[in-house]
């Protein structure tokens, strides 16, 4: 049986998600901004490995934050229709 998450909890995660996206996301600039001021073109930047895994990083984090607000908005959705 699955155990469902209420509602204070899924906003609790979702805020911990959001949170940890703007950490990843910062990273993943000032690394650009620091391979750009070395003299790296977009292209080379763009297929280093630390950038990309960074970038699918944040990629998997925005998905999740997304599937975690659909639960969110539908149950905020059926607790109101039922008052």
Known sequence: ??????????????????EEWR???????????KML??????????????FRDLRKKQRRLSLLIKHLERR???KQYFNDTKK
Do not use: F, P, Q
């Open 1 to 18: 049986m699955v155990k469902k998450k209420s509602y204070e909890k899924m906003l609790s995660e979702r805020n911990r998600l959001r």
């Open 23 to 33: 950490l990843v996301r910062e990273k993943r600039l000032k690394l650009k901004e």
């Open 37 to 50: 001021t070395a003299g790296n073109d977009i292209h080379s930047i763009r297929k280093d490995r630390e």
């Open 72 to 74: 969110i908005n539908r």
